[in-house]
């Protein structure tokens, strides 16, 4: 038996921009609570979290560590995740493990990028959040203007349930023990009446009980309600913290212990049944005595123990010999060993109760976002998807020696299998492997791990920009296929009429014959030529999207027609539709956001400009920053890299993502189109 419940769990991903000190914080919570003897340091490599060793070489965080310790009875579970840009998707997509997001901010930078978007993911996912500003003993810094920052980016309901004092050497409680002190700013009470007058907003008993008799209320009166603040959103606290010297590190595991929810506390998960349109909502309750039922946050691919699935109970228990389906398998694997993560160390534990992020190791159909359940009352059950960011960079990369296709191909789909942002793309019309990431440190990364892990040397050149094509008016188009060559011969005749759809709305095909003018077996083979349209390009050899197809006549044989004639008809009268309907190539435009000193704002926003960018707007930052948010077509952003280290003396720095697809200009679309048809001939 485990010796801690559900109710004894606290579950905390640490999010925020990279140089926030995540991972040392992690360290000071460890050391605090005697899960390790002392502090680990990035700059030594003895961190629990960064054990990887491409993470010691570069001194940051690339991929999501998991650790745990006991604190005044409770079990918390800390997942430390990465804060560059490039590998944002592996930090969101362990959200769905956690009720809290801890948002790490660096008190001299302030609100940065990742800091931003992680707290928007966190909101987006109806998790309880909580800000905690880090480095306050930095020489020179303002924690009441980061304060200030903080409130106007994320609202008034972000709120100060600690104060630092004597220029972050400490820190005063402002919640549990209001005792006074002289804060480095503001005031105890002022920060206690803060928090208490919204949490009691929340209980109409409560708030009556504070206004009308004036009594002060007591942390107990106040935990119920607190944490409903915290599930609607209408409470984030902010505690102070220096992980360095162990600065309201005490201060900041009361908060987690005492007020920061157990499962049953937090919004609960978003679980669905069913698929498509049937698919509807279905409660999940973290009761040790129900059916048992985790999702598969993250896959790896531990050289020495195989794939190893790490997952998040949500209901009933798991123990070493219990029986487990995969999604909607029929059958079940046997859990022979159960492990708890201490960064790279895997402690082997005899049962998970809810709320538990523990791990199974050789399991070789395990996947990512993979539902696991012990009984099929449970099938096609699914948690809601999380949406990552979608990868843009490429790189086309081929192996340095011949006979190593399988390998890399076998490589690579262990890669994408853990990685939610990397996608690997075969471009059959210039036989090209692509890989897309994040960015370029997104891609070193995956590189050196295809040398160091895998043992696969392989060349790169820039890859083609990820064109789509599309078309903007109705057209129709017909084809009769009749092959005679002795014997059964062929044929299937097609009419059909296309119309464009709204921008990302995808494929549409409908069947509208009359009178059975094509039998229904062979409809599909109809679609299946149509789709091999779609896949390979009709004017320039890139996806087609956005497109409806309908069939509304044709001819077919009693004993000529088969499947492979109604897609050759299918495909050719799509071809025919498509040539009039004034087809277009789309390009892929980004948002951009650049972060560079004051001084080099005219050269960032010339070179923007020649690049057909478009700038939406500045916002200055601090220590004489300025960040430029604009939008640019991708197939501009080659070399960009090295071009922003140019302009702004390598301290500039860019993040991207996608906003939209829009037509390219006419002499790009006849570039690609001409070097389309030279290829083929």
Known sequence: MSDYNAEDVRNIALVGHAGAGKTTLVEALLAATNAIAQPGRIDKGTTVCDFDPLEKELLHSLDVGITSFNSAGKHVNLIDTPGFPDFVGRSIAVLPAVETAAVVINAQSGIEPITQRMMKAAANRSLCRMIVVNQIDTPGVDLAAVTAQIRDTFGPECLPINLPADKGRHV????????????????????????????????????????????????????????EALREGHLIPICF????????????LDIIVKLMPNPSEGNPPPFMKGEGGDMQPVAISPDPNLHALAHCFKVINDPFRGKL?????????????????????????????????????????????????????????????????????????????????????????????????????????????????????????VNETIIRGLGELHLKVILRRLADQFHVEVE????????????????????????????????????????????????????????????????????????????????????????????????????????????????????????KAKPVILEPIVKIRIVAQNNAMGDLASDLSGRRGRIHGSESKTMGRIAIDGEVPLSELEGYDSRLRALTGGEGTYGIELSHYEAVPGNIQKQLTEAFKRAED
């Open 172 to 227: 005063i409680d402002c919640f549990f023990q209001p005792s006074g002190g002289r804060p480095d700013f503001s005031s105890v009470e002022e920060a206690h009446g803060q928090i208490v007058d919204q949490v009691v907003e929340v209980d109409e008993e409560l708030m009556e009980l504070y206004l009308e008799q004036g009594s002060e209320l007591k942390p107990e009166q106040l935990h119920d309600p607190f944490e």
């Open 241 to 252: 913290v220096s992980a360095t010297t162990g600065a309201g590190i005490g201060e900041l």
């Open 309 to 429: 699935g790490i997952f998040r109970i949500h209901q009933g228990r798991i123990k070493p010999d219990s029986q487990l389906f995969i999604g909607d398998a029929r059958k079940p694997f046997k859990v022979n060993h159960l492990f708890r993560l201490n960064g790279a160390e895997q402690v082997e534990i005899a049962e998970g109760v809810p709320g538990d992020i523990l791990a199974v190791a050789r399991v070789d159909d395990m996947y990512r976002d993979a539902v696991l359940h012990d009984s099929h009352d449970e099938d096609h059950h699914h948690l809601q998807s999380i949406e990552c960011p979608v990868p843009l960079f490429g790189l086309a990369i081929e192996t340095a020696k011949r006979g190593d296709e399988q390998k890399l191909s076998d490589a690579l789909n262990k890669l994408q299998a853990e990685d939610p942002c990397l996608v690997v793309e075969h471009n059959a019309s």
């Open 460 to 579: 790169t050149h820039p890859p083609s920009i990820p064109y789509r094509e599309t078309i903007t008016a109705k057209a129709e188009g017909h084809h009769r296929h009749k092959k005679q060559t002795g014997g059964a011969g062929q044929f299937g005749e097609v009419f059909l009429r296309i119309e464009p759809l709204a921008r990302g709305a995808g494929f549409e095909f409908s069947n509208d014959t009359v009178g059975g003018s094509i039998p229904g077996q062979f409809i599909p083979s109809i679609e299946k030529g149509v789709r091999q349209v779609l896949e390979e390009g009709a004017i320039a050899g890139f996806h087609m999207q956005d497109v409806r197809v309908s069939v509304y006549d044709g001819k077919f044989h009693p004993v000529d027609s088969k499947d492979i004639a109604f897609a050759t008809a299918g495909r050719k009268a799509f071809l025919e539709a498509v040539d």
